[in-house]
Structure formats: C-alpha cells, structure tokens
C-alpha cells in the first residue's frame, strides 16, 4: 500500500521515508471524506501540488506540440480521406493490429 501511496504523493515529500508521509499513511484511515475539505486549501498551496500541476502542464504543452507537429505530416492529416488512409494511420499509430 506504500508503495501505492508514495507513486501518488512522492513530489509532496522528501521520500518515502518522511515522517509526515508517514504519519499521513498511519492517519489516513482515520479521515473522515468531510475533513477534506477543511485542508484544501493547504493543500492547493502546498509546493509538492503546485510543482505537480507545472509539471502536468508541461506535459499537456509538450503533447500538443506532438500532435500539431504529427497534423502537419500528410498520413496524420489525411487520416480520413478515404477507408485505406484510415486503416494506413490505424495501423502506424497502434489502434489496430496489422494485418
């Protein structure tokens, strides 16, 4: 279980054996779903969760230049000009098992 917990929260702790990760796992199964509420706001401020949410922003920016780089490229932006060309992009990209 915290090995589970540390792959959600690591960028909140130093490492894994923090004791406020630590504690956090020993107390988590007293928390109360109301009480959440009560720590949101720390939570949002806290720089684990902003370093998180830079990072999945980072991410999101850099997928889509993937996918505005891949539109250019005539199998991405032909994909549904006709059958074959659907089956040809299907098939380079993963989505079905070639033949």
């Known amino acids: 279980m915290q090995e589970v917990l540390w792959e959600e929260f690591a960028e909140a702790y130093a490492n ?3 004791q406020r990760f630590l504690n ?3 107390n988590g199964m007293y928390l109360n779903a109301f009480c959440i509420t009560a720590i949101e706001a720390q939570l949002s401020a806290s720089p684990g ?3 998180y949410l830079n990072k999945q922003a ?3 920016l850099s997928e889509q230049s993937l996918f ?3 539109e250019k490229k ?3 932006a032909n994909r ?3 059958v074959e060309a659907q089956k040809a992009f ?3 990209y993963g989505l079905i098992i070639a033949p």
Do not use: F
């Open 24 to 26: 956090m796992i020993d």
């Open 16 to 18: 894994h054996h923090d």
């Open 49 to 51: 969760y902003r370093a």
């Open 90 to 92: 299907d098939c380079q």
């Open 80 to 82: 549904h000009s006709s």
């Open 68 to 70: 505005l780089s891949l």
């Open 58 to 60: 980072q991410l999101s």
């Open 74 to 76: 005539s199998l991405w």
